[in-house]
């Protein structure tokens, strides 16, 4: 298996590991019926260093365990198939993550409660996510 597709597996991981704690945490300490824009703006600013902090633990746990396991260092360098991949696998996470977005402007316009508005965008930024590693992994083992 190649480096690139162990990394997305890692990825994919990490992703689905965030989404469940850091979701958890939100469903526990907010109120559905008052919650306001500043938890919003508080929630979504948190989101950010949240996955960075879990996308370094498991960078240091992939590395340590890719190491041990075959001594592969990471590629030095992309080619062009690997320039390819990443733009056609970015492509896909930006048309789904737009569909999310412009859904929960939807929702706005329709005058949805804030909760179901930021539900909306969290779960869009989450399988966004999925979805890029899935890509990536698909057209590791599929060719563009």
Do not use: C
Not at 53 to 73: A, P, V, W
Not at 121 to 143: A, V
């Amino acid at each position: 298996m190649a480096y690139q597709v162990k990394k997305s597996y890692l990825r994919i991981i990490t992703v689905i590991i965030g989404f469940i704690s850091y979701g958890l945490y939100i469903l526990q300490n907010t109120d559905t019926q008052t919650f306001t824009l500043s938890e919003l703006g508080k929630y979504i600013f948190l989101v950010v260093p949240v996955l960075i902090l879990l996308e370094i633990i498991g960078s240091i746990i992939f590395d340590i365990f890719n190491n041990t396991d075959k001594k592969k260092e990471r590629p030095k360098s992309m080619d062009e198939f690997d320039r390819q991949i990443e733009y056609k696998s970015v492509r896909n996470f930006m048309i789904s993550f737009l569909i999310g977005l412009f859904t929960s402007f939807l929702l706005m316009w329709l005058s949805a409660s804030v909760f179901t508005i930021f539900v909306v965008l969290f779960i869009t930024f989450h399988i966004s996510g999925i979805i890029l590693q899935l890509s990536y992994i698909r057209y590791y083992n599929h060719g563009v």
